[in-house]
């Protein structure tokens, strides 16, 4: 997969110290990486990559939304997300991601592609279980949930309706 070119950042140029990079995430990247879980996605990307001597440290501080499907009604809601992540990146004789904070790269690599890395980060930032906030507090009025409510079983309350087979098990009990 070729790399997309906002996402790549030439370090052999930056002054060792700080440096900040800022980046907005749109549905369009999700669809480069044919990932179709999103219906919309605004997130911002703020990098700090610090250049040092013998290494790279780059902490990644995200925020945002991505618009999803709920779980359970299938109604469509804003998930707000944030995560951070720090990566080290040193350089060696051959390419190393087996660590998962610590990137290996060849001596002599002049750039770095960060693409991968916000693209796990923000799928790993958003819930497994998907619900939406208007079901948990009760104002999401939705076809699916009247359905439900509808099919769910009728809890009896009147004890008059009750099987007179269990007024005698219950004897049983109170017969210790």
């Not at 707000?80 to 990137?103: P, R």
């Not at 208007?134 to 949930?145: K, Q, R, Y």
Request: aromatic share 12%; with cysteine.
């Amino acid at each position: 997969m070729k790399a997309l070119k906002e996402f790549i950042i030439p370090f052999v140029g930056l002054k060792i110290g700080k440096h900040h990079f800022e980046y907005k995430v749109e549905q369009t990247f999700f669809e480069y990486f044919e990932y179709e879980d999103f219906n919309d996605v605004k997130i911002n990307v703020s990098l700090e990559l610090e250049k040092k001597t013998t290494l790279l440290e780059l902490h990644f501080k995200f925020s945002g939304w991505v618009n999803v499907n709920c779980d359970l009604t299938n109604e469509p809601y804003n998930q707000t997300i944030e995560n951070e992540f720090d990566l080290v990146v040193n350089f060696g004789d051959e390419f190393n991601d087996e660590n998962i904070d610590i990137l290996i790269i060849p001596h002599g690599t002049y750039e770095i592609s960060i693409q991968q890395y916000i693209y796990e980060l923000i799928i790993l930032a958003v819930p497994i279980k998907r619900l939406h906030p208007g079901v948990e507090d009760g104002t999401l009025d939705s076809e699916i949930l009247k359905k439900l409510e509808e099919l769910s079983p009728k809890v009896k309350e009147n004890k008059e309706d009750i099987d007179p087979r269990w007024n005698t098990l219950k004897k049983l009990l109170t017969d210790k």
